[in-house]
């Protein structure tokens, strides 16, 4: 119940439902939800505007996106007068900050691509961070039937930083079916579950083709929904990710989610740049790109406008790292 009482109070500190200011900067309103990148938000529970608004601040955001610079929040979809799609989230693939699911009574949230929650950027409640905060999501009146019963997470490899919380989901099924541990690497007790964190009493089961060791891992209802646990159980001085699991076998500490080999060069994906085919943690002569970012070699003068360069087989800039681009005549753009 403590928990509880801190948790809601938090909660009322961060945002105060609709008086909850949203605030798009300059840059963000430049590449609002234009090409495979876009900005996240950092406004907890809050929002601004009518819930017809606010709907349609998170579409205009994150349609086409793959990669969210900062953090993904979807709250407050909770108006009987909405009809939701939020079939556009299923293009995310790397989020560089949290994630915050709340205050819904959707049946569903489907981040099915999204591979890389980095947790740059943490949500932090009573002095723990978290890299994924799942909470309040029955419905808001008096129809306990509808809210939030699957995450639809298929894809998810790894939770670079922070823990996981949930909190107030009685109609969520299977995250307790759900491997954390591979998930969120190196961190003891990565899970947290507070007062009605999910259904417990639900008869739903895992598809049979989600067996793996004589259990069953998913994140929803049907084959499309396994948890695939493929990662080796990693020799104990290996400082993350692992392909083979003896001593020889570490993956290169720039590797996030897991590797094929050694070398930085062998990594599914980076921690943090990628320059050429390796992972690095910072560049020689340019090192101004956020992380999730590598640095094109071609010599191209960009000047801080989003335009697309003949010469780059690429996406447009945004004005967010265009202006670096005349730098030693080097590119930031997203990892690929």
């Not at 990565?190 to 417990?200: E, F, H, L, M, Q």
């Not at 990662?231 to 692992?242: H, T």
């Amino acid at each position: 119940m403590e928990f509880l009482v801190k948790f809601v109070s938090v909660v009322l500190l961060f945002a105060s439902s609709v008086l909850g200011v949203e605030i798009i900067s300059v840059v963000e309103q430049s590449v609002f939800g234009q090409g495979d990148e876009c900005y996240g938000t950092h406004v907890g529970f809050g929002y601004s505007g009518t819930p017809e608004f606010h709907y349609e601040s998170l579409l205009r955001r994150y349609r086409g996106c793959k990669h969210v610079e900062g953090n993904l929040e979807i709250t407050n979809l909770q108006s009987d007068q909405i009809s939701y799609d939020l079939s556009f989230l299923s293009t995310i693939e790397v989020v560089t900050g949290y994630v915050l699911l709340g205050l819904l009574d959707l049946e569903s949230i489907p981040l099915t691509n999204l591979k890389l929650i980095r947790a740059d950027n943490m949500f932090n409640i009573m002095g723990e961070d978290y890299g994924l905060v799942v909470a309040f999501t029955d419905a808001a009146g008096e129809n306990k039937n509808r809210g939030l019963r699957e995450l639809q997470l298929p894809s998810l490899k790894e939770i670079s930083r922070g823990r996981v919380l949930f909190m107030q989901n009685p109609l969520l099924n299977f995250v307790n079916t759900i491997a954390w541990n591979v998930i969120v690497p190196g961190v003891t007790n990565p899970v947290t579950y507070g007062d009605s964190a999910y259904n417990t009493t639900s008869l739903e089961v895992c598809d049979p083709a989600c067996e793996n060791g004589n259990q069953r891992f998913c994140w929803g209802r049907g084959p499309k929904m396994c948890q695939i646990v493929h990662f080796p159980i990693c020799d104990e001085l290996c400082p993350g990710r692992c392909y083979d699991s003896t001593i020889v076998g570490c993956c290169h500490p720039e590797c996030a989610v897991g590797c094929t080999g050694p070398s930085n060069s062998d990594c599914l994906m980076c921690k943090y740049f990628k320059a050429g085919e390796a992972c690095v943690s910072s560049y020689p002569k340019l090192d101004s790109c956020a992380p999730g970012r590598f640095l094109s070699q071609n010599s191209v003068s960009m000047h801080a406008k989003r335009h697309l360069h003949p010469s780059l087989n690429m996406k447009p800039f945004s004005f967010f790292y265009a202006c670096f681009c005349e730098i030693n005549f080097r590119c930031c753009t997203f990892l690929v």
